[in-house]
């Protein structure tokens, strides 16, 4: 079965930086556009960047651009985030998605378009 599992998660302070990971399996990865989301205590789940199946289109929440960047390796089925300059309004649980499409270029920013999630990976931002 489809399997996508996050790590990378950790506690920095204001300013740092992380990497998260999301090691998909049990699909073609070369087939599916990949998003993460973020949900904060007492929030709902919101966008944070997504990806197109080939990687060549990228598209970011206001919030994070500039300041986040998604990349997808082929080679490892893996999609990543880094995030530098974080705040303290970036702690969140942060989740990767996935959703099988037919476009190279399209990517998607609604939670309703996709298909598979993980679990999770928890960011805690210090100020």
């Known amino acids: 079965q489809v399997q996508l599992v996050e790590s990378g998660g950790g506690s920095v302070q204001a300013g740092g930086s992380l990497r998260l990971s999301c090691a998909a399996s049990g699909l073609t990865f070369s087939s599916y556009a990949m998003g993460w989301f973020r949900q904060a205590p007492g929030k709902e789940r919101e966008f944070v960047a997504a990806?197109?199946?080939?990687?060549?289109?990228?598209y970011y929440a206001d919030s994070v651009k500039g300041r986040f960047t998604i990349s997808r390796d082929s080679a490892k089925n893996t999609v990543y985030l880094q995030m530098n300059s974080l705040k303290p309004e970036d702690m969140a649980i942060y989740y990767c998605?996935?959703?099988?499409?037919?476009?190279?270029?399209?990517?998607?920013?609604?939670?309703?378009?996709?298909?598979?999630w993980g679990q999770g990976t928890q960011v805690t931002v210090s100020s």
């Open positions: 990806t197109s199946r080939s990687g060549d289109t990228t």
């Open positions: 998605a996935a959703t099988v499409t037919g476009s190279r270029y399209k990517y998607f920013y609604n939670s309703r378009d996709y298909n598979y």
